[in-house]
């Protein structure tokens, strides 16, 4: 029994240093010093506050808030609109629209914008706004609704953006036949600028009174040029 344990020793040594010799003759698989010391994989806190701030540089934003009051229509069952004007240069991102509808209980509010097809021209769009049910507060057929609706719109006329970006946003109520509709609008929504956060400039509520609706296509306008100074 003990010869026979001897023999398997022998054995499991000779296997052993056979392995060995093998391993010793197989060739080098490079280098095991590393290059150099580790590099950092995480920013500080320092260089994400330096990023963050060169970020708020290129687009500060500021609070956009559009107010209209519709009032009745020139005659019953007509519409009467009003232009919530933005400044030329500046960029906004509206974001809702509230109504307030009084008097008619079939009223239709609507905002009215253009969407510029090529110079001098534009075409007209509408987004309509859901009204709930009749309120008796704070005069009798009070409607109200909420419309969401991002959307950028460009400061000015058609002059002042480019090709198939939006301008020249109104507010609109529909009075039903026989009725007298008015109303108050609230647009919400931010100002994006690339020049720095100093206030955006007072816009003019100034309407352009050149343009007019093309004759063969009622859903486009055409804006005149403007008359020469003198």
Same mark, same amino acid.
């Given at each position: 029994?003990?010869?026979?344990?001897?023999?398997?020793?022998?054995?499991?040594?000779?296997?052993?240093?056979?392995?060995?010799a093998?391993?010793?003759?197989?060739?080098?698989?490079g280098? =095991?010093?590393?290059p150099?010391?580790?590099?950092p994989t995480?920013?500080?806190?320092q260089?994400?506050s330096?990023?963050?701030?060169s970020?708020?540089?290129?687009?500060?934003?500021?609070?956009?808030?559009?107010?209209g009051? =519709?009032p009745?229509?020139?005659?019953?069952?007509?519409?009467?609109?009003?232009?919530?004007?933005?400044?030329?240069?500046?960029?906004?991102? =509206?974001?809702?629209?509230?109504?307030?509808?009084y008097?008619d209980?079939?009223?239709?509010?609507y905002?009215?914008y253009?969407?510029?097809e090529?110079?001098g021209?534009?075409r007209?769009?509408?987004?309509?706004?859901?009204?709930?049910?009749?309120?008796?507060?704070?005069?009798?057929n009070?409607?109200?609704?909420?419309?969401?609706?991002?959307?950028?719109?460009?400061?000015g006329g058609?002059?002042?953006?480019q090709?198939?970006?939006?301008?020249?946003?109104?507010?609109?109520?529909?009075?039903?036949?026989?009725?007298?509709?008015t109303?108050?609008?609230? =647009?919400?929504g931010?100002?994006?600028?690339a020049?720095?956060?100093a206030?955006?400039?007072?816009?003019?509520?100034?309407?352009?009174?050149?343009?007019k609706?093309?004759?063969t296509d009622?859903?486009?306008?055409?804006e005149?040029?403007?008359p020469?100074k003198?």
């Amino acid at each position: 029994m003990r010869n026979f344990l001897n023999v398997r020793y022998g054995i499991a040594l000779l296997l052993m240093l056979g392995g060995i010799a093998c391993l010793s003759q197989l060739p080098a698989q490079g280098p =095991l010093a590393p290059p150099g010391p580790p590099a950092p994989t995480m920013k500080t806190l320092q260089q994400l506050s330096d990023q963050v701030a060169s970020l708020s540089s290129l687009t500060p934003t500021q609070k956009f808030t559009g107010y209209g009051f =519709l009032p009745a229509p020139p005659a019953a069952g007509g519409k009467s609109c009003i232009a919530i004007p933005i400044a030329a240069g500046q960029l906004v991102r =509206l974001e809702s629209l509230v109504v307030d509808a009084y008097t008619d209980p079939n009223a239709v509010a609507y905002l009215r914008y253009f969407i510029k097809e090529s110079a001098g021209i534009s075409r007209i769009a509408a987004q309509a706004v859901a009204l709930g049910p009749a309120l008796s507060d704070p005069v009798a057929n009070t409607r109200t609704g909420v419309l969401q609706i991002p959307m950028w719109i460009g400061g000015g006329g058609v002059a002042d953006v480019q090709i198939s970006e939006v301008h020249s946003p109104f507010v609109c109520i529909q009075s039903s036949p026989g009725q007298n509709a008015t109303g108050t609008f609230v =647009l919400t929504g931010t100002y994006v600028s690339a020049t720095g956060g100093a206030a955006p400039p007072a816009p003019s509520r100034a309407t352009t009174e050149s343009s007019k609706l093309d004759k063969t296509d009622p859903t486009l306008q055409v804006e005149a040029p403007a008359p020469p100074k003198k």
